[in-house]
């Protein structure tokens, strides 16, 4: 076990349980909570110690990690009554690995640091479960540069890399910025699987043939295959995050009266396939909106 900072983690969902698994191998002292604590039994069976409050992880715990599913979901963890906020003290450090809206994040690390003189890095992450099962996720850091190198070794088991991209928020508006181009161009993907099988091309075969050149990416040669064989399972990131995201960035838009039409027009799609059943589905299947079965 190292001798390093005690970890709490927060929210143990797609992304979190495998981050989690990740900062056990690594010998961190972890305490963990989840608001159903059904999915912390397999890392206290991986040697976690398990919190029945988030009073009493913040209390076992020097820096508190979040996962959880948007703004609303930090604000609840933070600042309810026996919240993080309520047992916290001076010189702990939230880093929050959530995605969500920049101006919230300014004012959540404003107002604990205010309360309890906490400090606050934002540090949304990008390579979905696959990133973090392997440690290779993207970490994109807001924060005062002192705190954001001092946690920089915790996050060594969980990222390829992390960058700091400027102060509190500016993780947020770097995550807005990778989930504008994530979830435009999962709709693309499916629009060009769905021309090419009209066209009587094996779909199939677009994500090897396409390697490598200047139509490739990670996304499409995770989604071309997924999408071209009806292949949904298992979800490795889900369609409600990506509207989640695109709604951030259309909110950002408007504040900075900046121009964001593809955006825009990507979340309307996406609106429409959340509401079609597909919420909680993995993006492969936005294949359903230009090639419903």
């Avoid at 009554?81 to 916290?88: L, M, N, R, Y």
């Avoid at 989930?179 to 769905?194: F, K």
Wanted: hydrophobic fraction near 50%; charged fraction near 15%; glycine fraction near 8%.
């Amino acid at each position: 076990m190292n001798a390093g900072p005690r970890l709490g983690f927060i929210g143990i969902g797609l992304m979190g349980l495998p981050m989690c698994l990740r900062l056990l191998a690594a010998g961190h002292a972890l305490t963990v909570w989840n608001r159903n604590p059904e999915k912390c039994l397999p890392l206290v069976a991986a040697g976690a110690s398990h919190a029945d409050s988030l009073v009493a992880l913040t209390e076992a715990s020097d820096v508190i990690m979040l996962c959880v599913a948007d703004t609303a979901a930090v604000e609840a963890v933070v600042f309810a009554a026996e919240g993080v906020a309520s047992a916290g003290s001076a010189g702990k450090i939230v880093v929050d690995f959530s995605s969500i809206e920049p101006v919230a994040t300014r004012l959540f690390a404003a107002r604990l640091h205010l309360v309890r003189d906490m400090h606050w890095v934002d540090a949304p992450v990008s390579g979905g479960v696959v990133g973090a099962e392997q440690g290779r996720l993207v970490v994109m850091a807001g924060g005062e540069p002192e705190v954001v190198e001092q946690i920089r070794p915790l996050l060594a088991p969980l990222a390829l890399r992390m960058t700091h991209m400027g102060p509190i928020g500016s993780g947020q508006v770097s995550k807005i910025c990778n989930q504008m181009i994530v979830a435009t161009n999962a709709l693309l993907i499916a629009e060009t699987v769905a021309l090419a099988e009209k066209a009587g091309v094996d779909a199939r075969l677009l994500a090897p043939a396409l390697a490598g050149g200047f139509a490739d990416s990670l996304p499409f040669q995770i989604l071309t295959p997924r999408m071209a064989s009806r292949s949904f399972e298992p979800v490795q990131w889900r369609v409600k995050t990506l509207l989640k995201d695109l709604d951030n960035a259309c909110r950002l838009s408007q504040e900075l009266h900046a121009n964001i039409p593809l955006a825009q027009n990507a979340g309307q799609l996406m609106r429409r396939h959340a509401e079609q059943g597909f919420a909680m589905a993995d993006p492969s299947t936005l294949i359903a909106l230009y090639a419903p079965e």
